[in-house]
């Protein structure tokens, strides 16, 4: 039997004092919060009584640490997958506001819907549904589930609704430790569910690309 839905999970809440745009930055771990966040996801889908076959996360230190719980609840260990990284993005190290209000900057934002600040969304879409189809394919049975990041989540989410992938990234429906699942189609995907079980309140958010 193949594989029977797919889980893309963000990373809990990063400890981020300076409030930049992390990015692919080394050594942006999760705080005390992000790890309980991390828990809950993990909790909540193990409480979803249903087999998981398969756990991916992306390099970066968040992800790796949010997946920890998956491999504690779920006794499975993580495969850790280039492909689900966040994208590279010019304002790395940067806290936004200031960046954007210097002029020097502005020609960053001359083409939005590629974007012109980072790795081009349709290239976040290519190789996400190829780590996604790769994982499906090779868990044998149960659900998968791939820890990530909130662009890649985001973009796979329009992508498989057939909306444009040029977007505001204020009004992206991907809190941290989300969950948003999807189950095959042929050869594309049906997204079939979006939870938040994590408790954010009060929490730092603003380290997404």
Known sequence: MPAARLHLVRHGEVHNPARVLYGRLPDYRLSVEGRRMARQAAEHVHGLDRLIGGLV?????????SAEPFEQLLGIEPLVDERVIEPTNVFEGKR?????????????????????????YAQ?????????ADAWNRAESGDVVIVSHQLPIWITHLAVAGEPLKHDPRRRRCALSSVTSFERDGDGWVEVGYAEP????????????
């Open 57 to 65: 996360c992306s390099p970066l230190q968040r992800t790796r640490e």
């Open 96 to 120: 936004m506001k200031r960046a954007l209000l210097n002029p020097l900057n502005w020609r960053h934002l001359r083409a939005p819907s590629r974007p012109s600040w980072g790795e081009p």
């Open 124 to 132: 976040v879409v290519a190789r996400m549904d190829a780590a996604m």
């Open 198 to 209: 994590a408790t954010t309140t009060g929490a730092v958010d603003v380290g997404a690309v």
